[in-house]
């Protein structure tokens, strides 16, 4: 439900007050000089015009989108149902055994919404896949009230984006997308969408910030704008001064669950790729390496001897795919690939998700300080990928155990590296890591082969020993580590 905030008027005083500036106004009383009222500069009034003249461009091509997801049954499992109570219940029901006993239950009718824009005449539509995922049924409202039901839906989870088409509403008028690349912080633009279900509602704000990541999606390169994103304006466009689409609004980042000045929008350099694809097949073939990779930040920088934010910085590689076939390893510090310049992990991962699948392409790197080029074939991105390393348990030893680093080691024979799923390895293994130790606070893991220690390669214990105790805590000594989930590499510090 809206609310309505309404106005307090006081009446008394305020009559009389509004009397006496009426009369000196008139010049009743005492004779006063009146203020000329200041001329409005031009650049202010052809600003406003510009946004008028956008909103009633692309207002008729902004969508308002509702969804239903019907009950469906569901096992439910030691206190789901519980859950599913209205509040005030559930403390006088959680002991009760009909709600926490297994058994099948209702989810109930879900409604939902969203904004949308359309992108095609024929009837294609962009918005959020997290606006229509799992949705039964979607409706799609046009500003003059005509409404239609969406028969196809193709979405792309990894970078949300969605695609709907319509049929039977005639010749539509698409939005142009334009190219979010060229937008700066500072630069104006519009959002329109449907917060609160407010239709055809129209935000304005800059560029606040470019190339953010929130962690809600798998490929995330957000333009960030202080325009007002609220619920229901996800789906919907966000638009600069030529009356372009750069945006898809996605998400906010508020305390209150409305508007905070900070938005989230999808740039079309990614949404415009991934709808064409959706278009086409229905689906998103991308490249992919088979890392995990960091921005080249000033600890990194000093560790490998390259520039802030000189390429991107490889921190995993996972085994048997793409980077672990060229031979790519933890800390390549990765410049250039197929002669295009990497300057972070975003600009990476633009670059490989359009290369051609099963081609090879140049890749230079820097490792131990020295410029090599590598060839990289580019595999399809398996739909179980994820950049994300698996974890696993920590023991516990003996306090008197411990290194330095907070590491217990042992040698690592065949049939140890053969347990531990990797074989052919040379190194030793961590048996186990001491709590809020150096190691520990970078996730150093026990089953871990250590297979150098800064630069050096170690086969033994000793080796290890050694290594260590020629490079310092404070500086940073850098791990370079092997289990079966893949290659990644740690810089350890003093806690002090």
Avoid: C
């Avoid at 109930?108 to 095609?120: C, Q």
């Avoid at 800059?206 to 190339?211: D, G, L, N």
């Avoid at 050096?456 to 310092?472: F, G, N």
């Amino acid at each position: 439900m809206t609310k309505v905030v309404q106005t307090t008027r006081h009446y008394g005083m305020g009559i009389v007050l509004g009397a006496a500036l009426a009369a000196a106004a008139l010049g009743w009383g005492t004779r006063r000089e009146v203020a000329a009222v200041p001329t409005v500069p031009d650049a202010a009034i052809d600003l406003s015009m510009a946004f008028r003249r956008i909103a009633a461009e692309v207002t008729p091509g902004i969508v308002s989108i509702e969804t239903m997801t019907k009950p469906r049954q569901v096992e439910m499992q030691d206190g789901a149902l519980d859950d599913a109570l209205p509040a005030p219940f559930r403390e006088f029901f959680r002991d009760d055994p009909r709600f926490r006993n297994p058994r099948r239950g209702m989810t109930p009718r879900k409604r939902g919404g969203g904004s949308g824009f359309v992108i095609d005449p024929s009837g294609i539509i962009m918005t959020n896949n997290h606006v229509v995922s799992e949705a039964d049924e979607v409706r799609v409202r046009f500003q003059d009230g005509r409404t239609f039901v969406a028969k196809d839906i193709k979405t792309d989870p990894r970078t949300d984006v969605a695609i709907l088409r319509i049929e039977g509403a005639g010749e539509l008028k698409p939005l142009k997308l334009g190219n979010s690349l060229d937008m700066q912080v500072g630069d104006w633009v519009l959002a329109v969408g449907t917060p609160y279900g407010l239709e055809s509602t129209v935000t304005q704000g800059i560029i606040s910030a470019k190339s953010r990541s929130r962690e809600l999606a798998d490929r995330e390169d957000f333009l960030q704008t202080d325009a007002a994103i609220n619920p229901g304006n996800s789906g919907g466009p966000l638009i600069n001064l030529k009356g372009e689409v750069i945006g898809i609004n996605t998400a906010i980042a508020s305390a209150s669950g409305g508007y905070d000045g900070i938005g989230f929008a999808i740039p079309t350099h990614i949404a415009g790729w991934v709808g064409e694809q959706l278009v086409k097949s229905g689906s998103v073939k991308r490249g992919y390496l088979g890392t995990a990779i960091a921005v080249v930040d000033a600890e990194t920088a000093k560790q490998f001897n390259v520039a802030v934010r000189e390429g991107a910085v490889v921190k995993t590689v996972m085994p048997n795919s793409p980077a672990d076939k060229a031979g790519l390893e933890p800390s390549d510090i990765i410049l250039t690939l197929n002669e295009k310049k990497v300057s972070d992990p975003a600009s990476l991962q633009g670059i490989v998700e359009r290369l051609d699948i099963g081609k090879a392409y140049p890749m230079e790197i820097v490792r131990g300080g020295k410029r090599e080029t590598l060839q990289i074939t580019i595999e399809e991105m398996p739909a179980s990928f994820t950049s994300r390393s698996k974890g696993r348990e920590r023991s516990e030893a003996s306090p008197a155990s411990f290194d330095a680093l907070g590491l217990q080691i042992k040698a690592l024979t065949k049939e140890l590296a053969r347990q531990l799923g990797v074989e052919n390895v040379k190194g030793v293994v961590v048996t186990s890591v001491k709590e809020d130790s150096p190691a520990s606070e970078v996730g150093v893991q026990t089953g871990d082969i250590i297979e150098r220690v800064g630069t050096t390669t170690v086969a033994s214990v000793e080796e290890y020993q050694k290594a260590v105790d020629t490079l310092s805590l404070t500086d940073g000594i850098v791990l370079h580590l092997r289990n079966q989930d893949g290659k990644r590499y740690v810089v350890l510090k003093s806690q002090e």
